[in-house]
């Protein structure tokens, strides 16, 4: 895969960059970072629940408007709360994130034994280790962990999709050279 394009490499380059300093950013200050993840769940609900309420209204018959109506107000309202109550919203959040890492954790942990006689089956199970011990921690330290929870989960997110670009980046560049010296042959 060769672009010949430095451009695409500088993009990759510094996209890495910003969100490598997003990323310690929002680990830096968690509370902030997962409220604004908060925020854009509580917008996203309210603009969702005013476009299903709208589309109640465009249908022809009762049977067909009301499912839309009722679901549309209950997901604005939701919005609105979440939007109202961040730090709520960041507890049931952080309480979501907690049995989410408690059943991932679970599941890898038993299909981690499935996969034994295979190479690499322990990096599973260490995995699922990890997520259950994680997904226990956050819920014993509720609500108070969703304080820090969100926050830093986003921002090593962020650190490593950063990471991953500037590697991709130093990639392609290394790529391109190779393929511009290929074709001087």
């Known amino acids: ?44 609900l309210l603009i969702a629940g005013i476009v299903q309420f709208i589309q109640g209204f465009r249908a022809e018959s009762w049977s ?21 109550h961040p730090l709520l919203g960041l507890k049931f959040l952080t309480l979501l994130l907690a049995a989410f890492f408690v059943v991932e954790g679970f599941w890898k942990v038993i299909a981690s034994f499935g996969y034994r006689p295979a190479t690499g089956w322990l990096v599973m199970l260490a995995g699922g280790l990890l997520s259950l011990l994680l997904g226990v921690i956050i819920w014993q330290q509720w609500p108070v962990s969703g304080l820090w929870a969100v926050g830093i989960l986003v921002g090593v997110d962020l650190l490593m999709t950063g990471a991953s670009m500037l590697a991709l980046a130093g990639t392609v560049g290394r790529l391109d050279k190779f393929t511009a010296g290929a074709s001087g042959l």
């Open 64 to 84: 067909s408007k009301l499912p839309p109506l009722v679901l549309g107000l209950i997901t604005a309202v939701c919005g609105l709360g979440v939007l109202g």
């Open 1 to 44: 895969m060769s672009t010949n394009n430095p451009t695409q490499t500088r993009h990759l380059t510094l996209t890495g960059i910003v969100l490598i300093i997003f990323g310690m950013i929002a680990i830096a200050t968690p509370a902030v970072a997962g409220t604004a993840v908060v925020m854009v769940i509580g917008a996203v």
